[in-house]
């Protein structure tokens, strides 16, 4: 297991910027791929953006593609989620979590517990 601390949430206006940040306390071979995922209130958790560490292989979903970019720093065993021209239905709790690949949750076997953000119109 890989503990995940995410910092970055907050509130902020439509079309402003957030930036997360999500600490890992060492990189496992079974965990080559680090993930952030959001979970709006009734609504499912989802994937976001995805990258291979060392690689910077990327995957972003289409609802953040051109918006949102994912970044690691190996240095720091650090990824970041950069957040631009935030829309209300950005809204959610967001979720570090790394795993050996894919979108879905059940991919993903550790998870940070999550930060806030919210987008207000």
């Known amino acids: 297991q890989v503990q995940l601390v995410e910092t970055g949430g907050g509130l902020v206006q439509a079309g402003g910027s957030l930036r997360l940040s999500c600490a890992a306390s060492?990189?496992?071979?079974?965990?080559?791929?680090m993930g952030w995922f959001r979970q709006a209130p009734g609504k499912e958790r989802e994937f976001v953006a995805s990258?291979?560490?060392?690689?910077?292989?990327?995957n972003y979903a289409n609802s953040v593609k051109g918006r949102f970019a994912i970044s690691e720093d190996n240095a720091k065993n650090a990824v970041y989620l950069q957040m631009n021209s935030l829309k209300p239905e950005d809204t959610g709790v967001y979720y570090c979590?790394?795993?050996?690949?894919?979108?879905?949750?059940?991919?993903?076997?550790?998870w940070g517990q999550g930060t806030q953000v919210t987008v207000s119109s």
């Open positions: 060492r990189h496992t071979f079974s965990s080559r791929t």
């Open positions: 990258i291979i560490w060392g690689a910077g292989i990327t």
């Open positions: 979590a790394a795993g050996w690949s894919g979108t879905r949750v059940t991919d993903f076997g550790s």
